[in-house]
């Protein structure tokens, strides 16, 4: 196979989804792997104790916690999330995020 053939098509990357956040004492950590207009996928890492206040989006997101523990409200009511749990957070509707213990997830926000 030619170099150039190489070039534009690179080999599968397989990664490991939680180890692109990594925890930092006292704040929250996030890196954007996708950024489209038609939506975006990032990966968070917080803190014990540390959150996203109350807020609203004019698209669905979906989060996927990879690891941890978090309490996420939405339209004022409370659910517990852990590593494997997938939380739909419907557009238009407020919604929170805090970190019980560390707490990493992937946020898909789509806009379209």
């Not at 852990?82 to 926000?109: C, E, I, T, Y």
Request: with cysteine.
């Amino acid at each position: 196979m030619s170099t150039q053939m190489n070039e534009a098509h690179p080999a599968p990357e397989v990664v490991v989804l939680a180890d692109l956040a990594q925890y930092q004492a006292g704040t929250i950590v996030s890196r954007t792997l996708v950024k489209k207009p038609s939506g975006t996928v990032t990966v968070f890492a917080f803190d014990a104790g540390e959150g996203l206040s109350e807020h609203t989006a004019p698209f669905d997101a979906l989060v996927v916690v990879l690891d941890g523990e978090a309490e996420i409200t939405i339209a004022g009511t409370a659910c517990r999330a852990r590593a494997g749990d997938l939380v739909r957070l419907p557009a238009g509707q407020s919604h929170a995020v805090r970190a019980v213990q560390r707490f990493k997830m992937l946020l898909v926000m789509i806009r379209e």
